[in-house]
């Protein structure tokens, strides 16, 4: 659906619902109301691209029968977020006890505030034949909603006011905008009683699945709690293990390679690379959410500054100066884009009890490998990625993946991952991070990302003066006889999960 211009009237918004709903039709004629699935152009699509990849991030919602909860799913473009939308109302048009003519689907690109306020009016009295004993709830699924100005606002009235109140509703979003005040406007007292995950964070495949689509043959050891990630039951895991180190690697450079979006995983597994035209639709996206009035070469140049960068802190004033702008807030506004895009991470200094040092340099990690190989592979000349910082970029992105998965939102919040400083000056990559446990509370494992095939010893001493053990991330070394245990990176990323 796309309305542009004006006010949208009551005809047009009515026609574009029908058309992003077929199953009511479907359903009142009594055929079968999961048919549209054949005729649907991105379920076609994907089936050009398809490795057997499914997110799963919906599963518990598109099981049905609506509950009045409330969940925002945010993650970059190209992750899968419209995918996930429509294989829930797949699974919902044929779940029993629930009327497909219960579900409505609101493709919400073009839309302003006004149109989704009459759209829940709508959308209602043209279901209103289910409601003919009693009022029955529905289930939402809104497309990109947060590119409306005002969207929150819009549904804190109605939950606050209507029926709308008692749906379930699932919210997509390629932007988190702190301006939208998503958490006190939706989150605070709006998100229903159910104890589903509320802030669901899609991003592209993590190295686990990307294992399970691509190299099915491997061995996966249990997904472990980034504060055990040396429990003896890992050691037992991982010695099971030993004899796969070098597939485990050699996996790992091709994620390095081609990263987790699903499209990007199936061309670079059929052709073993990715596509020019996929890589420019990337470009694109982060051009439109970036920088869209800049010339082309803009964004290529602002990636490729910041992947030079990626592993130490950033320095903003110096990095504004080489990257072109005039400004440091010019270069900060940019930098805070990309994070609402979900296309940087932050990783930020902190002390040993895990907090943040207020005002302190971060480090910054794209959030996907393949957006580090954008620049050199569409602008002839800029620098190329490394490996050993492919590493630890994709091992920050995992960890953090991991904490949020434990605690919802702290990704948004921009508080999972942090390095910290050692008197001699030193840096230990990811230093501990406080995450709920069975217990309460505990730390991460501290580790040190270190793509080596030998001599990880002397850098594990930093990492036991200061805190007695760690983890070294290795390329390919297993070495579990010490305080600090050798693991190799994709081993840790898959503990990780």
Request: aromatic share 6%; with cysteine.
């Given at each position: 659906?796309?309305?542009?211009?004006?006010?949208?009237?009551?005809?047009?918004?009515?026609?574009?619902l029908?058309?992003?709903?077929?199953w009511?039709?479907?359903?009142?004629?009594?055929?079968?109301?999961?048919?549209?699935?054949?005729?649907?152009?991105?379920?076609?699509?994907?089936?050009?691209?398809?490795?057997?990849?499914?997110?799963?991030?919906?599963?518990?919602i598109?099981?049905?029968?609506?509950?009045?909860?409330?969940?925002?799913?945010?993650?970059?473009?190209r992750?899968?977020?419209?995918?996930?939308?429509?294989?829930?109302?797949?699974?919902?048009?044929g779940?029993?006890?629930?009327?497909?003519?219960?579900?409505?689907?609101?493709?919400?690109?073009g839309?302003?505030?006004?149109?989704?306020?009459?759209?829940?009016?709508?959308?209602r009295?043209?279901?209103?034949?289910?409601?003919?004993?009693?009022?029955?709830?529905?289930?939402?699924?809104?497309?990109?909603?947060?590119?409306?100005?005002?969207?929150?606002?819009?549904?804190?009235a109605?939950?606050?006011?209507?029926?709308?109140?008692?749906?379930t509703?699932?919210?997509?979003?390629?932007?988190?905008?702190s301006?939208?005040?998503?958490?006190?406007?939706?989150?605070?007292?709006?998100?229903?009683?159910?104890?589903?995950?509320?802030?669901?964070?899609?991003?592209?495949?993590?190295?686990?699945?990307?294992?399970?689509?691509?190299?099915?043959e491997?061995?996966l050891?249990?997904?472990c709690?980034?504060?055990?990630l040396?429990?003896?039951?890992?050691?037992?895991?991982?010695?099971?293990?030993?004899?796969?180190?070098?597939?485990?690697?050699?996996?790992?450079?091709?994620?390095?390679?081609?990263?987790?979006?699903?499209?990007?995983?199936?061309?670079?597994?059929?052709?073993g690379?990715?596509?020019?035209?996929?890589?420019?639709?990337?470009?694109?996206?982060?051009?439109?959410?970036?920088?869209?009035?800049?010339?082309l070469?803009?964004?290529?140049q602002?990636?490729?500054?910041?992947?030079?960068r990626?592993?130490?802190?950033?320095?903003?004033?110096?990095?504004?100066?080489?990257?072109?702008?005039?400004?440091?807030?010019?270069?900060?506004?940019r930098?805070?884009?990309?994070?609402n895009?979900?296309?940087?991470?932050?990783?930020?200094?902190?002390?040993?009890?895990?907090?943040?040092?207020?005002?302190?340099?971060?480090?910054?990690?794209?959030?996907?490998?393949?957006?580090?190989?954008?620049?050199?592979?569409?602008?002839?000349?800029?620098?190329?990625?490394?490996?050993?910082?492919?590493?630890?970029?994709?091992?920050?992105?995992?960890?953090?993946?991991?904490?949020?998965?434990?605690?919802?939102?702290?990704?948004?919040?921009d508080?999972?991952?942090?390095?910290?400083?050692?008197?001699?000056?030193?840096?230990?990559?990811?230093?501990?991070?406080?995450?709920?446990?069975e217990?309460g509370?505990?730390?991460?494992?501290?580790i040190?990302?270190?793509?080596?095939?030998?001599?990880w010893?002397?850098?594990?001493?930093?990492?036991?003066?200061?805190?007695?053990?760690?983890?070294?991330?290795?390329?390919?070394?297993?070495?579990?006889?010490?305080p600090?245990?050798a693991i190799?990176?994709?081993?840790?990323?898959?503990?990780?999960?």
């Amino acid at each position: 659906m796309v309305l542009l211009g004006g006010k949208v009237r009551d005809d047009e918004l009515r026609r574009a619902l029908s058309d992003a709903n077929p199953w009511w039709a479907a359903a009142a004629a009594g055929r079968d109301p999961t048919a549209w699935q054949e005729a649907n152009r991105t379920l076609r699509d994907r089936r050009q691209f398809d490795l057997g990849y499914r997110s799963g991030i919906l599963d518990d919602i598109a099981s049905g029968p609506p509950d009045g909860s409330l969940a925002i799913l945010t993650g970059p473009r190209r992750a899968g977020k419209t995918v996930a939308l429509l294989d829930a109302a797949l699974s919902l048009c044929g779940c029993r006890g629930m009327d497909p003519r219960q579900l409505i689907h609101v493709p919400c690109d073009g839309m302003a505030a006004r149109d989704l306020r009459r759209v829940l009016t709508l959308a209602r009295v043209l279901t209103r034949s289910v409601d003919l004993e009693q009022p029955q709830p529905r289930v939402w699924l809104f497309d990109e909603v947060s590119g409306i100005s005002g969207w929150t606002s819009v549904f804190k009235a109605a939950r606050d006011n209507t029926l709308f109140g008692d749906d379930t509703v699932v919210a997509t979003g390629s932007r988190w905008v702190s301006q939208d005040d998503i958490q006190a406007n939706l989150l605070a007292g709006r998100a229903g009683r159910s104890e589903r995950r509320r802030l669901r964070q899609l991003l592209p495949m993590g190295f686990r699945d990307f294992l399970a689509a691509t190299r099915p043959e491997l061995a996966l050891p249990q997904r472990c709690h980034p504060a055990r990630l040396m429990d003896p039951s890992v050691a037992e895991d991982l010695q099971a293990l030993a004899y796969g180190v070098d597939d485990y690697d050699l996996a790992w450079q091709d994620y390095l390679g081609c990263g987790g979006f699903p499209r990007a995983v199936a061309e670079y597994q059929r052709t073993g690379a990715v596509g020019r035209p996929y890589q420019r639709d990337l470009l694109a996206w982060l051009r439109a959410d970036v920088d869209p009035d800049a010339p082309l070469e803009s964004v290529p140049q602002l990636l490729a500054t910041l992947m030079e960068r990626m592993t130490s802190p950033l320095d903003q004033q110096k990095t504004a100066a080489v990257a072109g702008y005039g400004s440091r807030e010019a270069f900060g506004l940019r930098l805070q884009r990309l994070v609402n895009s979900h296309a940087l991470l932050r990783c930020r200094h902190r002390l040993d009890d895990g907090r943040a040092v207020a005002r302190a340099q971060s480090k910054a990690y794209f959030t996907d490998p393949l957006l580090a190989w954008l620049p050199s592979a569409l602008s002839p000349g800029l620098p190329r990625p490394t490996m050993p910082c492919l590493s630890e970029m994709a091992l920050g992105v995992c960890l953090a993946r991991a904490i949020d998965g434990l605690e919802e939102g702290r990704w948004v919040a921009d508080d999972t991952i942090g390095y910290s400083r050692t008197s001699s000056g030193n840096e230990i990559d990811f230093s501990p991070v406080r995450v709920p446990t069975e217990e309460g509370s505990g730390l991460t494992i501290p580790i040190e990302s270190k793509w080596v095939d030998d001599g990880w010893r002397r850098e594990a001493l930093v990492l036991e003066g200061r805190y007695g053990r760690g983890v070294m991330a290795t390329k390919s070394i297993l070495d579990l006889e010490h305080p600090s245990w050798a693991i190799p990176a994709p081993l840790v990323a898959c503990l990780l999960g």
